[in-house]
């Protein structure tokens, strides 16, 4: 069994007190426009807080390239300041962040993550990773399979299963026939529309 992962990740490059530009990567497959990714920012906190929501403009993707850079405006009077990355319209897509500490500091980046762990004859485990704080279980969050080199935003998985736990991290199970010597990839969803894909993992048997 061997494995190569992808993830998402949004990465601060230049912070003033009017302006942040940041960079981000995703998936590939991903339209961000047309899937309504976007990247907001929080102030006065480290880690998203989702009980707040969205309380800040967001900014767009302006193609459907899978990379790119943003330019949010604003008064970043306060810190440390958290900017998120959502693979689709809500706050329970948020699932990459980069937090800025201090003006002084280094970024800290935080990418989600998705790693099979396990695989059986009709079954495969995966265990997932997502920003502290966030209720996959809550936000519909769900696990799927696909044959093949990448997950699929538009071709329904060959197998999937709902996260049921309420905490950022955590591992989901899901029953599916495989044959050895194919390639197969599972994908983190992190919402209720398969479009939010946030990490993959990819399977070689």
């Given at each position: 069994?061997?494995?190569?992962?992808?993830?998402?990740?949004?990465?601060?490059?230049?912070?003033?007190?009017?302006?942040?530009?940041?960079?981000?990567?995703?998936?590939?497959?991903?339209?961000?426009?047309?899937?309504?990714?976007?990247?907001?920012?929080?102030?006065?906190?480290?880690?998203?807080?989702?009980?707040?929501?969205?309380?800040?403009?967001?900014?767009?993707?302006?193609?459907?390239?899978?990379?790119?850079t943003l330019v949010?405006?604003?008064?970043?009077?306060?810190?440390?300041t958290i900017v998120?990355?959502?693979?689709?319209?809500?706050?329970?897509?948020?699932?990459?962040?980069?937090?800025?500490?201090?003006?002084?500091?280094?970024?800290?980046?935080?990418?989600?993550?998705?790693?099979?762990?396990?695989?059986?004859?009709?079954?495969?485990?995966?265990?997932?990773?997502?920003?502290?704080?966030?209720?996959?279980?809550?936000?519909?969050?769900?696990?799927?399979?696909?044959?093949?080199?990448?997950?699929?935003?538009?071709?329904?998985?060959?197998?999937m299963t709902s996260?049921?736990?309420?905490?950022?991290?955590?591992?989901?199970?899901?029953?599916?026939?495989?044959?050895?010597?194919?390639?197969?990839?599972?994908?983190?969803?992190?919402?209720?529309?398969?479009?939010?894909?946030?990490?993959?993992?990819?399977?070689?048997?």
């Amino acid at each position: 069994m061997s494995e190569l992962q992808t993830t998402t990740t949004v990465n601060v490059i230049q912070m003033s007190a009017d302006q942040i530009t940041a960079t981000y990567l995703t998936l590939p497959g991903n339209q961000p426009v047309a899937y309504g990714n976007f990247a907001t920012w929080w102030q006065g906190t480290q880690i998203v807080p989702w009980e707040q929501g969205i309380i800040n403009p967001t900014a767009t993707p302006s193609s459907n390239t899978q990379v790119g850079t943003l330019v949010m405006a604003g008064a970043f009077e306060i810190t440390p300041t958290i900017v998120g990355w959502g693979v689709g319209p809500g706050i329970e897509n948020v699932v990459a962040t980069c937090s800025l500490p201090s003006p002084n500091d280094q970024p800290v980046v935080f990418e989600p993550e998705l790693k099979i762990t396990a695989v059986t004859t009709d079954s495969v485990i995966c265990s997932y990773r997502m920003p502290v704080g966030c209720d996959p279980g809550g936000y519909g969050h769900s696990v799927g399979l696909w044959p093949g080199l990448v997950a699929r935003y538009t071709t329904p998985p060959i197998a999937m299963t709902s996260v049921t736990g309420n905490s950022s991290e955590g591992s989901a199970v899901m029953s599916a026939q495989l044959e050895r010597g194919a390639t197969y990839t599972a994908g983190y969803i992190a919402g209720r529309e398969q479009t939010c894909l946030a990490a993959t993992a990819r399977l070689a048997l």
